[in-house]
């Protein structure tokens, strides 16, 4: 099947998505239309006399954030975000969220169609095949995608800005696209090991210097003060670690995340309809040092397998490899880290799983059908009144641990044959 066919579908199926998504209020759109109407005001009150828009809204402080109640930062996401989100407001949120609908659509295409030609040039791929590998991740990330449209959230520029990192030749434009994407979810910022191991100084520098750029902007167009700047952060990432909570504010909610799993087996919540895994009841801090241990072991794992490519297998492993393969290890460890990780966040897979559906399905059939299986057949819509039981189970993580597992394992033994 060629890839404009897949394409075909993708947009036939998105059509029919966006006629339910943008007529509706309770979508993460919502949240990105109203920063950029504040941004424009340059001021925290924003009037929100469209009736659409007022029919989804109980009551709006002026500083309250119209994503969710608990949110304490009227941006979402740092201020700088903003401004690619200032167009839309001019626009009534009807139009507005259509337009952003199909902005989301073509990052994706964009992505996809960056990563085929990146593949074809450096892999040495054929065009034939790579049709193939990106008709498989399209059908195998189709959830994750369909999840990201109903929600009109970010992720697909998150994801396109990742792309234009690993196959950017040039610094800049890696160092400003993984800036973005840090604005976008801080998480990302693991990404820096990646650059320390392989001794990329100059491009985290450069990273570093587009950051304090975008801090910088809002000082100057928004007449923000550094202390009030600082506040906003804050709030942010507090938001992003889990709140002021220590934990995620609906433990109830089952986040395919590293925090959600471990809260959902060593605590138990009284006010909360209990899960089917509290098999032990700690305290939160005794829970929390387990979540940071877990977290830790995994990423030291990565960084010394990481370090061992890169100095004992460096003549057996191309550099292409390596840099594709640990970008992408790096990058998906920054979804399931965020104790708020959603299931439309894992559109982030797409690149691993290029990289396992090109270098060796065959070698790892029977893993590579079980990480599907985890990640495709265990929706709600598959396992109906069975979801709540399987959905605490995590199987969407363990599928993304269960890809990173192999696509190692490949490459290792990839790196044997020679």
Known sequence: MSLKLVFGIFIFVALGFSFKSYNETNTDFRAY?????????????????????????????SRQS???????????YPIITSYLFSPFSFFN????????FFACQTALVLSLFLLRNYFVDQFKISNEKMN????LTYIAMFRFYLYDMKNLQVNFFILLGFVIFVVSENDWPKAT???????????PLVLFLFLAVEK????????????IFFLLVPLISYQFSFLSL???????????SGGQHLFPADPSYIHPSIDSLIVRIFMIFPDIKPSCINLFSLSPQVTWVIILLVKMIIIAMIVLIHFHFKNKLQDKVSDDVRVYLFSSLYFVYSLFINPLAWKHAYVGLTPLLLYIFHYGFKQSRVLTVASLF???????????????????LAPVLWGTLLLMFISLRLTIARASVF
Do not use: C
């Open 177 to 187: 696209f993984l800036a973005l994407v840090i604005s976008f979810k801080v998480f």
């Open 33 to 61: 239309y109203v920063a950029g109407k504040r941004i424009v005001a340059k001021t925290f009150q924003t009037s929100f006399d469209d009736p659409l828009l007022i029919s989804g809204v109980a009551k709006i402080t």
């Open 66 to 76: 119209m994503y969710n109640s608990f949110e304490s930062t009227p941006f979402k």
């Open 93 to 100: 949120y009807k139009l507005g969220s259509l337009v952003w």
């Open 200 to 211: 990329k100084w100059k491009l985290m520098g450069k990273t570093v210097i587009v950051g």
């Open 374 to 392: 985890l990640l495709i057949f265990t929706s709600k819509g598959v396992v109906g009144n069975y979801y709540e039981v399987v959905g605490h």
């Open 230 to 240: 600082m506040d906003e952060m804050k709030h942010y990432l507090q938001f992003m």
């Open 132 to 135: 193939k590998v990106i008709f």
